[in-house]
């Protein structure tokens, strides 16, 4: 026994040896750490640029005094995707919404969609917004309120797999007009 206890202290003692050893198991948790963070700074980078993306489309949108269309949804799609650095792979979808009863109380208040159009997401209707989460994306409005709901989405894949899965990103800024009372698609009617 003391054979034994004598050799594990000597063994504790000892001072000589390889630090290739420690380099070995060290490593590999360093460059994983490493990866890690690149990874994860990269994905609230790119929820940052899908932020940023979402409130430029809403802001030109907010300034338009003309009519929109398919063509100038494609264009706004280009330029979201041109931010974002994904290409064609971003939806879009652009909502104009129009408050019609119980405007005051939110969980209760009516709306009408005026239009709906996208490009890679499917357009909403009246009953999207009776409840639930496209609902609770509204700010506060008076009866005859217009506001225009932008969204965004597109599908980021980590840049390495330490964990993280893909994600659908998606994001959504609420805008009323700037310069006109309301925001046309292909025609306005009044």
Known sequence: MNFFRANILSFF???DGS???EFVI??????WSICSM???TES??????AVDATSVIADTISRQTTPIDANYLRGL???AGQLTRYGENVGLRITQLRCVKDCDKPAERVLNVVFSEGRGLSSLTDSDFASGKFRDRLPALSQGDRVILVETSFTHKPILNVGLEETQVEM????RMRF????????CAI
Do not use: D, H, M, N
């Open 13 to 15: 003692r000892k001072e």
């Open 19 to 21: 630090q290739s050893i």
């Open 26 to 31: 060290v490593v590999p948790f360093l460059v």
């Open 38 to 40: 690149l990874a994860f």
């Open 44 to 49: 609230f980078r790119v929820r940052g640029v």
């Open 77 to 79: 799609q280009t330029v």
């Open 172 to 175: 959504s800024q609420t805008t």
């Open 180 to 187: 006109a009372p309301q925001l046309c698609w292909e025609k």
